[in-house]
């Protein structure tokens, strides 16, 4: 089989806690790097390329990138996604740079160019409808305040109100190790606190089997389905989940599925793969 040769393609796949780096090379192989998530509604413009500079991999500052795909949470049409794109164009100069919503990179993912319904569930959440070239409908985004249903966000929140309103078991609460100064603390008056709230998506992972805690994760699910599925979703397409917690809870999330009368479901955790040979397949 001949390699399809492309031209040196860098493709990044941001969320609010981790990012995923794809380099695709001209002989066709690729390289993965990790590093923390970056979000430009959640830094100022002057702290933009300093970022940049400290979450590119060190081993991309030089590498010569023709073409980058930037899909991250907070991205589209605004002008903190301009002063993104200046900014990655000062690190990678001879590069064509595109910076695209974190939505789309996920429907790309998952179906390429043919139709299907969207929806993520990381550290937040959100749903809608892909046509194959765009995202035509949306629920609303109301954010880890109001919004987020079934995300690791809302499960941190779910979790740490059973501990401190005391509905939580014994044999759970005992797992918590927080105090009420801490946890208000963090989500009141820090930097990140859905980052914040998310980082006990780990105890539903440890206690997945447990009674109360797959409750917590059907409730959470079922809101999702309720605010967000039921009301873009179409029959005869196919609902693709992308990211950690849908992934990590796919049993769950196809239980509930089948209450609102949804079956084909479709689970990938990380996207950045796909998403790089769907830009190679337009070379």
């Given amino acids: 089989m001949s390699i399809i040769h492309c031209p040196l393609i860098l493709v990044v796949d941001s969320g609010a806690t981790k990012a995923d780096w794809r ?47 930037f899909y991250g949470a907070g991205c589209g049409a605004s002008a903190a996604s301009d002063v993104l794109k200046n900014a990655f ?18 429907a790309r993912a998952l179906f390429g160019r043919k139709k299907g319904t969207v929806a993520i569930l990381g550290t937040g959440s959100a749903c809608g409808f892909y046509d194959g070239e765009r995202i035509v409908k949306t629920s609303a985004s109301l954010g880890y305040i109001l919004g987020d249903d079934g995300s690791a966000t809302d499960l941190g929140r779910r979790l740490l109100r059973a501990f401190f309103h005391g509905s939580l078991p014994a044999s759970l609460s005992q797992k918590i190790n927080v105090t009420r100064s801490e946890v ?100």
């Fill in 23 to 69: 380099l695709a090379l001209p002989d066709g192989t690729h390289k993965n790097y990790a590093s923390r998530g970056i979000n430009p509604l959640h830094i100022s413009p002057a702290e933009i390329l300093q970022t940049l500079h400290e979450r590119v991999p060190a081993e991309l500052h030089n590498v010569p990138v023709q073409q980058l795909f």
């Fill in 89 to 106: 164009a000062e690190i990678f100069s001879s590069a064509t740079i595109e910076i695209l919503p974190d939505f789309l990179g996920a």
């Fill in 184 to 283: 208000l603390q963090n989500v009141y008056h820090s930097d990140s606190p859905a980052i914040y709230l998310s980082s006990f998506l780990p105890f539903f992972i440890e206690n997945s089997s447990d009674n109360f805690v797959k409750k917590m994760l059907q409730d959470a699910f079922s809101d999702f389905f309720t605010h967000h599925v039921k009301n873009i979703h179409a029959a005869e397409s196919s609902l693709g989940i992308v990211g950690s917690v849908g992934f990590l809870f796919a049993d769950v999330l196809r239980e509930v599925a089948l209450l609102y009368g949804v079956e084909n479901l479709v689970f990938l955790q990380y996207p950045v793969a796909q998403l790089a040979e769907f830009h190679i397949l337009q070379q």
